[in-house]
Each structure stands twice: as C-alpha cells, then as structure tokens.
C-alpha cells in the first residue's frame, strides 16, 4: 500500500533515493526539508505501508509565467499580465519503482492538489520542468503540452480535461 507523507520527516531514509538523476537525489537528500521550512515548496514523499524508504517526491509552489510563454492560442485568451501558475519543481521515482505506474500516481496527485488549492487561490496551469526528453514524452502522455519559450517546461491549463489520474 502507497502512503504519502508531508513534509519528509527524518525517519525518512532521504539519502538512499536513487532515482537515476543525481540532482534529484541530492536535492531530496539535502534541500527538500529546507524547502519546506522556508515556505519556499511543499515537498510530497511516497512511501509504502508504514515503511520509512522514500519510493517517490514531488513538490509544488507557486510562480507566475509571462503570457508570452503561452501559445497564442491561449494567451490570446487571457489580460495581458503575468499569468498565475503552479509548479511542480520536482517530480521523481526510485529507480526500482520506474514503470509501475508510480509516477503516474504522484502526477494525478499533485494536480489534485493544485486543483484543491485552486478553489481558493486562482491558477490558471500547472507546470512542470522536465528533467529529460523521456520525462518530456511522459507529461506530453498526460495532456502537458510545452511552453513557446521552454521546450522542456510544459503546461497543463487547469480547465483542461484530458489530465487522467490512475485508473481504478
């Protein structure tokens, strides 16, 4: 069974995260719970049962985009200001876990959240950096869809349907 906890506590074994990505390691290893105490992203791990080893991470903050960055067929939808987004900075999976659907999983919840969070505070996409062009091919699966400016940050606008979490 999957659990996740918020923020990582330190009975989390953060340091053995291999993910395949050594800057995701590190930051989840070193800056995650800094991150959090600063109020800077709120940090997701993924853990099964009442197990302890991180299987997944994911954060989410808040940022805004130039509306330049939108394609013109959606920023010409928009007030001419920045527009108000959230960001998943970071997004990983131990590497013994990849192609299990886990990603996936943590995908679906992170944009439950931010459609959460958006009852209350107006966002109008989700964001995300790929790490890789396979990581890229991944959120495209999902209905992100790259930014004009930034071929590796993609989109998701909130209103969007096509976004399907994990069957079941």
Same mark, same amino acid.
């Given at each position: 069974?999957?659990?996740?906890? *918020?923020?990582?506590?330190?009975?989390?074994?953060?340091?053995?995260?291999?993910?395949?990505?050594?800057?995701?390691?590190?930051?989840?290893?070193?800056?995650?719970?800094?991150?959090?105490?600063?109020?800077?992203?709120?940090?997701?791990?993924?853990?099964?049962?009442?197990?302890?080893?991180?299987?997944?991470?994911?954060?989410?903050?808040?940022?805004?985009?130039?509306?330049?960055?939108?394609?013109?067929?959606?920023?010409?939808?928009?007030?001419?200001?920045?527009?108000?987004?959230?960001?998943? $900075?970071?997004?990983?999976?131990?590497?013994?876990?990849?192609?299990? $659907?886990? $990603?996936?999983?943590?995908?679906?919840?992170a944009v439950k959240r931010t459609m959460?969070?958006?009852?209350?505070?107006?966002?109008?996409?989700?964001?995300?950096?790929?790490?890789? *062009?396979?990581?890229?091919?991944?959120?495209?699966?999902?209905?992100?869809?790259?930014?004009?400016?930034?071929?590796?940050?993609?989109?998701?606008?909130?209103?969007?349907?096509?976004?399907?979490?994990?069957?079941?």
């Open positions: 069974m999957i659990h996740r906890k *918020n923020p990582p506590c330190k009975r989390h074994d953060r340091a053995a995260f291999p993910c395949g990505l050594r800057e995701l390691d590190r930051y989840l290893a070193r800056q995650a719970g800094q991150d959090v105490r600063r109020r800077i992203a709120w940090v997701f791990v993924c853990t099964a049962g009442d197990a302890y080893a991180v299987l997944g991470v994911d954060t989410l903050s808040a940022l805004s985009i130039d509306l330049a960055s939108l394609p013109a067929k959606i920023s010409s939808t928009l007030p001419r200001h920045p527009v108000p987004c959230a960001l998943i $900075g970071r997004l990983a999976v131990d590497s013994a876990m990849h192609g299990r $659907g886990l $990603g996936r999983m943590l995908l679906a919840d959460a969070a958006g009852e209350t505070v107006a966002m109008h996409a989700l964001i995300v950096h790929s790490a890789s *062009n396979d990581a890229k091919r991944f959120h495209e699966r999902l209905g992100f869809a790259p930014l004009t400016d930034e071929p590796m940050r993609l989109f998701l606008p909130l209103g969007h349907a096509a976004f399907q979490g994990p069957k079941g």
